[in-house]
């Protein structure tokens, strides 16, 4: 609807262009004034640029932030996708890890009537009014990345993204197999979390995946939100460790938390990694977090994909053509342990 909208307005501006004997040469006649009823569509008779400007696709993505090399992935990966030479135009909004920024960039959207919304809500709750918006605009949302929690899911379209819950299992069936092989399965293990931003669906479900396998011989000895940023998972990593001295774990729900965790540790004189006191497990599995592992200061990452840009371009090639698409859709990921970060760090592609 709205890109036949915008190809009338764009044939009628290149007919007016051509008028006045500005525009660039061509051999069409001033016939494309023709109204948007008429046989011919306006965009035949346009030049291939014009033509292909006329079809793109307008999407416009509500992004979390640039809190993490997770999120500066996934954004990457979006822009390199969503290009006019795929056919589409992307209004990219960082809504700098606030809420508030996220509503007001789909309310512009709106206003700007794009094709689809795509967004990375920050947080779970609080999105049942801006999504009723979008929706009585007749504007499709496609979830990525987090999830949101509205009493009517026909508010969007669809979710992608990774399974959080499952990532906090893995990590803890790592830790367990990992005491086990090391003769400490019967150990009192102090485990901290540094916990990324409070509501948000990565932090809800590493942390319950998590909790949902500890053994009878761990004991959770705090959790704060680091908000998933490296200076934030430093700052919390400094308290825990003047306010405990018997950590024997940290649990990062980022690997840019787990490098703060590590900057601190190191800071207070102590070790960590497969050779040193602290065991620190993490979740992502970006580039930077293989280094850490092969420079032996990391223990594990649990992967979670960022590169969700194909993922929701081909969503919204399936939804453009009149097909259909499932509501829940989890992207595929692995455990990566120290031990394997050598081999590995190579094939990686974030
Ligand atoms: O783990 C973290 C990022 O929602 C899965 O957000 C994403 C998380 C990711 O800031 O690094």
Not at 26 to 42: G, K, N, Q, V
Not at 266 to 281: L, Q, R, V, Y
Request: proline share 3%; with cysteine.
């Amino acid at each position: 609807m709205k890109r036949k909208v915008l190809s009338v307005l764009l044939s009628a501006a290149l007919a007016a262009t051509l008028m006045t004997g500005c525009g660039q040469a061509t051999s069409e006649p001033a016939a494309e004034a023709a109204p948007a009823e008429e046989a011919a569509p306006a965009e035949e008779a346009a030049p291939a640029e014009e033509a292909a400007a006329d079809e793109l696709i307008v999407v416009g993505y509500a992004q979390v932030g640039a809190e993490s090399d997770w999120r500066t992935a996934n954004t990457e990966s979006f822009k390199t996708e969503f290009v006019e030479a795929n056919g589409y135009k992307l209004i990219f909004d960082d809504a700098q890890q606030k809420q508030e920024n996220q509503i007001k960039a789909i309310r512009s959207f709106i206003q700007q009537e794009v094709d689809y919304i795509v967004l990375a809500p920050v947080v779970e709750t609080g999105w049942d009014t801006v999504l009723q918006e979008a929706k009585e605009a007749g504007i499709p949302v496609i979830l990525s990345d987090r999830m949101v929690d509205v009493a009517d899911d026909s508010l969007y379209e669809c979710w992608v993204g990774g399974n959080f819950v499952k990532e906090g299992e893995d990590a803890a069936g790592w830790l367990s197999e990992y005491l086990t092989a090391q003769g400490r399965a019967d150990e009192e293990i102090n485990i901290v979390t540094l916990q990324g931003t409070i509501g948000a669906s990565a932090q809800v479900g590493r942390t319950e995946g998590f909790a949902s396998k500890m053994a009878d011989t761990w004991t959770m000895l705090d959790m704060q939100t680091g908000e998933f940023t490296q200076s934030k998972g430093q700052e919390v990593m400094e308290s825990f460790l003047k306010q405990y001295d018997d950590i024997d774990v940290v649990v990062a729900e980022n690997d840019n938390m787990a490098f703060g965790a590590i900057d601190a540790i190191k800071a207070a004189g102590k070790t960590c990694g497969p050779e040193g006191d602290i065991i620190i497990i993490s979740f992502d599995a970006v580039k930077a977090a293989f280094e850490s592992m092969i420079a032996g200061d990391m223990n594990v990452s649990v992967e979670c994909n960022p590169l969700h840009g194909p993922r929701v371009s081909e969503i919204i090639q399936t939804l453009e053509s009149g097909g259909t698409v499932d509501k829940v859709m989890y992207v595929d990921e692995g455990v990566f342990p120290a031990e394997t970060a050598a081999d590995t760090i190579g094939s990686r592609a974030y």
